[in-house]
């Protein structure tokens, strides 16, 4: 692949740093139109932006951290190491940047369905782009395969070997869940805290889907059955399931 997307000089552009960044300049880009278009407060937008940004860097690494806990066991604070490619667990990021967004929405007193209705297209939009880092950087590869577009790695412990693009198939999936979305948001017909319950719904299976097919270290297996981020998607998808049968159920009780 190409770890390294440019190199000039003393100038090295890491290909994952440089799409996790277009990730996050896409979804604060998207999340700041959504927010200008309801007539949100930008300031707060602004706030919970960076405290996503905090929360998602750190909740990462630390369930990282404490999934792969024996990597860093002689070195501990190389889990905070946030400019190195790997070492990251999404569900994570996720967790973190939900905690702190939620909080800040509550104390702040605005909205926090419509905020996380505007989080979920973001969210996916983000996470499509970045996830094209992973692919050229060579990390989060998948098991190997002989199908016709399987790819080949020329380092780590993934050369040599034709394996599933799982980096692809979670990026497209993304992306093509981020129009879904973004069209289901326009809908003024639509529950507020919807957005968000499908794309627990839907994000949870897809990853659990890819995790199946994942090659890399997953951790140890919880039960010998699935991997942390199998059941974190479980617990997603029945989450959003739970949420939206809540939301479709309440309107109509108030529609009857």
Not at 23 to 46: E, I, N
Not at 132 to 140: D, I, N, S
Not at 172 to 187: E, G, I, K, S, V
Request: glycine share 12%.
């Amino acid at each position: 692949m190409k770890p390294i997307f440019l190199w000039y000089g003393q100038l090295l552009v890491g290909s994952y740093e440089l799409f996790v960044c277009l990730g996050f300049l896409a979804a604060f880009s998207y999340s700041f139109w959504q927010a200008r278009r309801r007539d949100l407060d930008l300031v707060h937008v602004t706030n919970i932006q960076l405290l996503i940004l905090l929360g998602g860097l750190g909740g990462s690494h630390l369930l990282a951290g404490l999934v792969h806990w024996k990597s860093f066991s002689n070195a501990p604070l190389q889990v905070f190491a946030f400019w190195a490619p790997g070492g990251r667990i999404w569900y994570g990021g996720f967790l973190g940047a939900l905690a702190l967004a939620l909080t800040y929405a509550r104390y702040q007193g605005l909205p926090g369905r419509l905020l996380a209705d505007i989080a979920a297209p973001t969210v996916a939009l983000g996470h499509g782009i970045g996830r094209l880092g992973c692919f050229l950087a060579g990390c989060c590869y998948g098991r190997p395969s002989n199908h016709p577009w399987a790819v080949t790695y020329r380092f780590a412990d993934a050369a040599t070997v034709s394996r599933h693009p799982t980096q692809l198939y979670e990026s497209f999936a993304m992306l093509a869940l981020f129009a879904a979305l973004h069209r289901y948001l326009q809908r003024s017909d639509r529950p507020e805290g919807a957005v968000m319950a499908i794309y627990l719904i839907a994000y949870g299976a897809i990853r659990f889907a890819v995790e199946a097919l994942r090659g890399d270290d997953r951790g140890s297996l919880i039960f010998g059955v699935f991997s942390t981020s199998q059941w974190l998607s479980l617990v997603a998808l029945v989450a959003g399931g739970l949420l939206l049968r809540r939301l479709t159920s309440s309107r109509e009780g108030t529609a009857a």
